[in-house]
């Protein structure tokens, strides 16, 4: 029962700092579902994934367009390769390991933590 009233309150915090800095699922969500919420590295990854399903960040976005920060071609475009690409990085997902499904997110998670620590 504690879990439905923590869910609403992980959002929140995710969509903060979505709005704030342009992160969410994969930073966010994704750990907190496995290291507070007991969900499987599929279970999160698959989950996150849903939330994609309704406008999510639509508001966020609309604030970022009124301010001109919005390229709509730009982001069309990385949307028809997103379509594909989440297709075809899930049925490669599912088909992995969790242990190796973990080592690859915190690959990914170290990788982009280095390249942001250590820009100029």
């Given at each position: 029962?504690?879990?439905?009233?923590?869910?609403?309150l992980l959002g929140l915090v995710a969509g903060?700092?979505?709005?704030?800095?342009?992160?969410?699922?994969?930073?966010?969500?994704?750990?907190?579902?496995?290291?507070?919420?007991?969900?499987?590295?599929?279970?999160?990854?698959?989950?996150?994934?849903?939330?994609?399903?309704?406008?999510?960040?639509?508001?966020?976005?609309?604030?970022?367009?009124?301010?001109?920060?919005?390229?709509?071609?730009?982001?069309?475009?990385?949307?028809?390769?997103?379509?594909?690409?989440?297709?075809?990085?899930?049925?490669?997902?599912?088909?992995?390991?969790?242990?190796?499904?973990?080592?690859?997110?915190?690959?990914?998670?170290?990788?982009?933590?280095?390249k942001m620590l250590l820009a100029r």
């Open positions: 029962m504690i879990h439905l009233l923590l869910y609403p903060i700092f979505s709005g704030l800095i342009g992160i969410g699922g994969g930073i966010i969500i994704v750990p907190a579902l496995v290291f507070l919420f007991g969900a499987s590295q599929h279970q999160a990854q698959g989950t996150t994934l849903a939330l994609l399903v309704p406008p999510i960040g639509l508001l966020a976005a609309w604030t970022y367009y009124k301010e001109g920060y919005v390229d709509l071609k730009v982001a069309g475009l990385i949307c028809l390769g997103f379509f594909l690409g989440g297709l075809l990085g899930a049925k490669l997902a599912t088909s992995l390991s969790s242990q190796v499904l973990e080592k690859l997110f915190g690959a990914a998670l170290l990788l982009v933590s280095l």
